[in-house]
């Protein structure tokens, strides 16, 4: 995608030594584009915790480019794994990490230690590369459930989505955003809602900084009003991305989207799901039971950031003090309540039986 007419990945190899990874600091958005470069795996792993880098797709390719850097320096089979080992405890939910890492493993260990670092940083390379290929396949199988709506409207279509599944969770297109921003480039009439995303307000910091810069029309909303336009026909379909999606077709995504799914089938709003098979741990079947919550911290509910009038950029406490604060960083909608999944393969059901069709390979 692009920024102000200049291609961007979120992260990349810097073609300057052909060996340290650039990346865009998210927390800096959308006050400032700020690139970052990481030379030592220790850095990789504080970028995805501390959320430089998030979103699914993306925390899977820079923990793939961290574990390279730290070859870069231990190419030994200790290194390897213990390299690895950490950079999965980073961040628990999103299955893409430990898909990453394991297929980088799988590599490596196949490979004689003087060969590693070259494999890594080509293995790292692929995983980028195909997870651009997936999510742009994610938009053209997308874009039709857009244009069906806009074909028998009168107005512009009206999409709802939550937390940040745009280029920005992902190394280029995005997930639940590829399909509107397909829509948008093909001229259809289209209108954003874009949840604001408490706590970290990844919506209102990073879904909207993308879609203003993409010039999609959208309108930032707080969570709680999006049940309040479905009820008032406003919303026309909703659409986000997921962290992990189990094979029976549960899904976890960031807190809230829960509520977004229970409002939309009550309102009969089809509400689908973006994301691509890397995303999906074939190895479970209940989501409630079986995917791991982040409990990320109190801080970031108990703080906001924003900038001033002059500019400045500051953090100040919105609860009183001494009040305490709980912060799950994802819940799981039932796929009960799921229309459909878009993938790379085209969209299905959020069942078994739905996957298995489009990923057959999978099925044990």
Known sequence: MRIDGTHYRTIWVDPADGWSVRIIDQTRLPWQLEILRLVESEQAFTAIRTMQVRGAPLIGAAAAYGLALALREDPSTEAIER??????????????????????????????????????????????????????????????????????????????????????????????????????????????????????????????????????????????????????????LAIVGADRVTRTGDVANKIGTYLKALAARESAVPFWVAVPSSTIDWSISDGLADIPIEEREAAEVATIAGRTPEGSLVRVSVV?????????????????????????????????????????????
């Not at 493993?105 to 651009?132: C, M």
């Not at 604001?196 to 959208?218: I, K, M, Y």
């Not at 709980?326 to 969209?347: K, Q």
């Open 83 to 236: 390299a690895a080992s950490h950079l999965a405890s980073a961040r628990p939910t999103a299955y893409n990490l430990a898909w990453a890492l394991g297929r980088m493993l799988h590599r490596l260990r196949n490979t004689a230690p003087g060969e590693r670092a070259a494999a890594a940083y080509a293995e790292a390379a692929a995983i980028a590369d195909e997870d651009v290929a997936q999510n742009e396949a994610i938009g053209r199988h997308g874009l039709p459930l857009i244009a069906a709506i806009a074909a028998r409207s009168t107005r512009p279509v009206n999409v709802l989505t939550h937390c940040n599944a745009g280029w920005l969770a992902t190394v280029d297109w995005g997930t639940a955003l590829a399909p509107i921003y397909r829509a948008h480039d093909q001229a259809i009439a289209l209108h954003v809602w874009v949840d604001e995303t408490r706590p970290r307000n990844q919506g209102a910091a990073l879904t909207a900084w993308e879609l203003g810069r993409h010039g999609v029309p959208h309108t930032v909303i707080a969570d709680n009003a999006g049940g309040h336009l479905m009820q008032h026909d406003q919303v026309d």
């Open 320 to 364: 009183p003090e001494g009040s305490c604060a709980a912060n799950p960083a994802f819940d799981v909608t039932p796929a009960r309540l799921v229309t459909g999944l878009i993938t790379e393969r085209g969209t299905c059901l959020a069942t078994a039986e739905g996957l298995a069709a489009l990923f057959p390979e999978q099925v044990l």
